[in-house]
């Protein structure tokens, strides 16, 4: 089986604007999380969806929102960007269990 | 509030040495404990994890021990070898409904392996 692609891999943005980024889970995953990693926070939880449904919300600003939509694609979107939220972005997806598979990642740099 | 604490920050270790990274947690309701290494430019991979109910699991030359009374958990990494010079990160989660839930990463170790 594929693993889990998210694109695009790297993005360059300006303060301001706003940012989509989308991941593919693994056939037959109905469940996709975010993750944002940063070299002074680590790794923290965004958001997951399951069935088109978000369940469970890490705490993060409201300008931070997510979709899933019928096949189990998601994307994640970022208004008003602000220098902080440079980051890689990870997309993780499971069965529906504790087992979470990431994807590479969206390396997004804020200029 | 950390709520899982990873130690050591980085870790130097020669070829054919023993790797131990060591997390603590205080969430007891925690009921998953995975381990993730992660190369430059890559996601996280998951390397092996533990339930609760079970001291120590082991796969190939990697063995996560558990003490629960003491809220820790190690990986230990046997006959380390230069590939396995990456950043490693220990996380818990509860999932009392079966389903996905998320997870909560420690701050990481850096391992080098060296020649």
């Known amino acids: 089986k594929a693993g889990v692609t998210q694109t695009p891999r790297y993005l360059i943005k300006t303060r301001g604007q706003q940012v989509t980024l989308s991941c593919s889970p693994i056939s037959g995953h109905r469940s996709v999380s975010w993750y944002q990693q940063t070299p002074g926070q680590g790794l923290q939880f965004l958001f997951e969806?399951?069935?088109?449904?978000?369940?469970n919300k890490g705490n993060f600003p409201g300008r931070f929102s997510g979709r899933q939509f019928s096949n189990s694609r998601s994307e994640m979107n970022v208004s008003t960007l602000e220098l902080g939220d440079s980051a890689l972005y990870l997309c993780a997806s499971s069965l529906g269990g504790n087992t979470q598979y990431f994807g590479p990642g969206t390396r997004l740099t804020v200029l | 509030q950390q709520q899982v604490k990873q130690s050591p920050q980085s870790l130097i270790v020669q070829k054919g040495g023993i790797s131990i990274i060591n997390c603590a947690y205080e969430?007891?309701?925690?009921?998953?404990f995975p381990w993730y290494q992660q190369f430059p430019g890559k996601g996280p991979a998951l390397l092996i994890a533990i339930r609760p109910d079970v001291s120590e699991k082991k796969e190939g030359r990697f063995t996560i021990s558990f003490n629960k009374s003491a809220k820790q958990f190690s990986l230990h990494i046997m006959d380390s070898q230069p590939g396995d010079s990456a950043t490693y990160f220990c996380a818990a989660t509860l999932n009392p409904s079966g389903t996905a839930s998320k997870l909560t990463f420690g701050t990481g170790t850096r391992l080098q392996v060296t020649l």
């Open positions: 969806y399951f069935s088109e449904t978000q369940r």
């Open positions: 969430n007891t309701a925690f009921d998953y």
